[in-house]
């Protein structure tokens, strides 16, 4: 069964330091990973995938991901942390298997303070 | 392009009534997903549709159901509402199976 883990509740990280959310997954075949932000008042909005290919995919607003599939992680970065990056992140997974279901992450709530 | 739009945005309704939520995915997109979005349990997958057919469901009890229409729009319902159905419903498309999900803003439903 699909799973994932997100095992940080909370991120504090100061304003032009990198930072880091974690994210590991569990899935029958190859994964389909994705991070999504949602930030107050406003929808889920996508930031990256990998799906096949280079193990370090660049996103949106700055963001990168490595996919490590020994250790099964996909974890989010960023070099320098803005405070508008203060939001929820989502990681999600989904199997190439035919499963057509994606499984989300409970999120992780990043501070960043100036 | 239109992004995917949900109505309603908020619904009250009370303990055992039923309730029909709309999602218009974006143009061209044929996946349509459904979950639940609680505080306490994160976002919760409740099924996706491609097509008019359902390709999975989650779990839920059967008082959650959906449906495709033709122009790939989609439509869930849940029947006699329980205090705990109270959540954001969101609706997401996408392209295909390798594709991100386009989240709508979401319906807010609270039962009392």
């Known amino acids: 069964a699909q799973s994932v883990a997100q095992p940080e509740d909370q991120v504090n990280v100061a304003e032009g330091n990198p930072l880091t959310v974690k994210c590991t997954y569990s899935?029958?075949?190859?994964?389909?990973l994705f991070w999504y932000v949602q930030y107050p008042n406003r929808g889920l909005q996508f930031l990256l995938k990998?799906?096949?290919?280079?193990?370090l995919v660049k996103g949106s607003y700055g963001f990168e991901a490595e996919f490590n599939k020994s250790q099964t992680s996909f974890h989010l970065k960023k070099p320098s942390a803005l405070v508008s990056d203060s939001a929820l992140y989502f990681c999600?997974?989904?199997?190439?298997?035919?499963?057509?279901?994606?499984?989300f992450g409970a999120g992780t709530r990043l501070f960043v303070k100036a | 392009k239109a992004g995917v739009t949900q109505t309603p945005r908020y619904l009250i309704k009370t303990r055992g009534q039923q309730v029909t939520l709309s999602c218009s995915p974006i143009?061209?997109?044929?996946?349509v997903s459904w979950y639940q979005q609680t505080p306490g349990q994160g976002l919760q997958f409740l099924f996706e549709?491609?097509?008019?057919?359902?390709?999975n469901k989650g779990n839920f009890p059967g008082r959650f159901s959906g449906r495709q229409f033709s122009n790939s729009r989609s439509e869930m319902n849940v029947s006699t509402l329980e205090l705990g159905d109270s959540a954001l419903y969101l609706c997401?498309?996408?392209?295909?199976?390798?594709?991100?999900?386009?989240f709508g803003p979401g319906t807010r439903l609270t039962v009392l």
């Open positions: 143009s061209g997109h044929r996946s």
């Open positions: 899935v029958s075949g190859n994964p389909y």
């Open positions: 549709y491609f097509s008019e057919t359902q390709r």
């Open positions: 999600a997974v989904r199997d190439n298997t035919g499963g057509f279901k994606t499984i």
């Open positions: 990998y799906i096949t290919g280079d193990n």
């Open positions: 997401a498309s996408s392209l295909a199976t390798v594709n991100e999900q386009f």
